[in-house]
């Protein structure tokens, strides 16, 4: 089973990325995979296929056999726990919880569940875009699939100023609900904390860097890069969108053919003042040093 996940803070540009490797062939990209506890049992969210999330052929299927194999399956217990894992002060104990006794059931759990997206896509690459540092160091302790690591980062500045934007969430269809917005302050201790989990994450097998900005302002030299690390192929030349099942994705991918464009903005960051600014991109200099 092989798995391509895409780490990094949010608002650093993991759509992007995402439908790029969507073009992958036999790819499979399922989104915010490790909010599946959230999404369907809340049923109110459409996956990006376009039906909503409790209609949709894979999630139903992950829901019925996960039921069936495990008399024990609770979803809001499971919900519970993938919170606990994601908390930064339990990062460090990762790796004892996937040895423990009392995490054993859970964790025979979420395997089964890959395992069921990956025979639903007849073993084709899944794309999780994630982005939890915690998530996927957690399936990388598991050492069940081969685990491809892309590191996503975005540069500080742009990462809060996008965060102060007012932004739909387009899943939801019944109802206006928002992303949440992050002072300066916030996003930049985020930022930071995601940044310092991350170095765990170089000590795995599969592991790559990538900067959104050279993404953007040089993509023929990522998109090899991208493709050599994962070994896999696809027209970079011809990138388009492609039906998925993400969670937390746009459903209106589902309906769309359009072509990818990949281009380099630039820094245009009007909701922070001078004083943010130039606060922020020393720290993002200072922790491209240190960090």
Known sequence: MKIIYIAGDGRSGSTLLDSILS????SLSVGECHRFWNRFYEGETLCSCGNKITDCELWNKVDKQLK????????????????EIQKYKNFDKISHIVSSEAWKPFCEQVIAYYKIIAVYNKSGAIIDSSKSVSWCYFLEQLKFSELYIIHLERNLPSVANSWKKQII?????????????????LSTKIWLKVKLMARRLKKAEHYMFISYEGLCKNPEHSLRKIKAFVDEDF???????????AIGGNPMRAHSNHNISIVSHKNINKN????????LK??????????
């Open 68 to 83: 069936e194999r495990f008399v024990d399956y609770n979803p809001n217990e499971f919900k519970n726990r993938v919170i």
């Open 235 to 245: 027209d970079d030349k011809n990138l388009k969108m492609q039906p998925t099942h």
């Open 272 to 279: 922070l003042n001078k004083f943010e600014y130039v606060s």
């Open 169 to 185: 969430l387009p899943e939801y269809d019944q109802k206006e609900v928002l992303m949440p917005i992050k002072s300066t302050a």
């Open 282 to 291: 020393f720290v993002n200099q200072l922790a491209k040093i240190f960090i």
């Open 23 to 26: 073009n992958i062939d036999g």
